[in-house]
């Protein structure tokens, strides 16, 4: 069974940077992302997850206005893996970061999250 792993995560000081990565781990092969927009989500304490970034297959990205011009979304199918390069972290950005498609219904169930923390 394919589950999603989130890494890279940490304790970074504001105006840091951190590097997570997506993987799909148990994949017999590479390309299971193809065809799906993946998306990085975040979800903060006491609030509901909310979509950050997403990245269509060929290589089309958009972000929400809160990350948009500090955070880069990327992707590389052939390793079933996703990157999210976060640049100028802010307290603000404290949460635990999550991938998966964006999609309604999702064939991947939730990984655990990886989290972020910014001090402030």
């Known amino acids: 069974q394919v589950q999603l792993v989130e890494s890279g995560g940490g304790l970074v000081q504001a105006g840091g940077s951190l590097r997570l990565s997506c993987a799909a781990s148990g994949a017999a092969s590479g390309g299971i992302f193809s065809g799906y927009v993946m998306g990085w989500y975040r979800q903060a304490p006491g609030k509901q997850r909310e979509l950050i970034a997403r990245i269509t297959s060929d290589g089309s990205s958009m972000y929400s206005g809160s990350v948009r011009g500090r955070f880069i979304i990327s992707r590389d199918d052939a390793k079933n893996t996703m990157y999210l390069q976060m640049n100028s972290l802010k307290p603000e950005d404290t949460a635990v970061y999550y991938c998966?498609?964006?999609?309604?219904?999702?064939?991947?169930?939730w990984g655990q999250g990886t989290q972020v923390t910014v001090p402030s």
């Open positions: 998966n498609a964006v999609i309604d219904y999702s064939p991947w169930q």
